[in-house]
């Protein structure tokens, strides 16, 4: 019951901390996009430096450790200036998720085609929504504001949504705690009315 009691306490702190971390990314939107490309460039330098560290650790053995080593530094590089100049990160992050928007548009509508050519029905809401795709990716590109504000948003709805899950679960632990607890009285109550 002591690791119950302790996973209830954690999901209990998780949960309000999440809640509160989400609701700080969409009421204060361009500070929230600004701890993500923080973050980006922490992960990117961490990454590069234990990247480097084993393609010089191993270096006699692995077959590319040149390039490794070389994309490795690009790496670290990358991470300082993303950690050290924040705008450069946020405006790159909202280019590649607008470019990535256009991409998944165009292919959308590409394979919408497939899907007429072999009659399948639906084909053009597929086409439709790769249009809207491609739309709304150059909408973010020119736009770079509103696209770091909404990212932020959705970000913080994100983590909002991963605070009440653990609160679900914190109320499925307390409902199972419960049912073992009753259980439990019974079946003492049951041991000392057979023994007696």
Known sequence: MKKVKKTKIYLAITAVLFIVLGGLFIIKPLEGMISVAWLVGLLMLISGVCTLFFSLRHEAIMPNAGSTTLMSVLQVVLGLMFLFNRGLTVA??????????????????????????????GWWLMLILGICSVILGVYALFHPLATGATISVLVGVAIIANGISRLVAFSGISKVQKRIEGAKERMDTFLKEYRD
Not at 100 to 121: C, D, N, P, T
């Open 92 to 121: 790159m992050l909202i280019i590649v998720f607008g470019l990535w928007i256009v991409v998944e548009g165009i292919q959308l509508a590409v394979l919408s085609f497939e899907y007429k050519k072999y009659g399948m029905k």
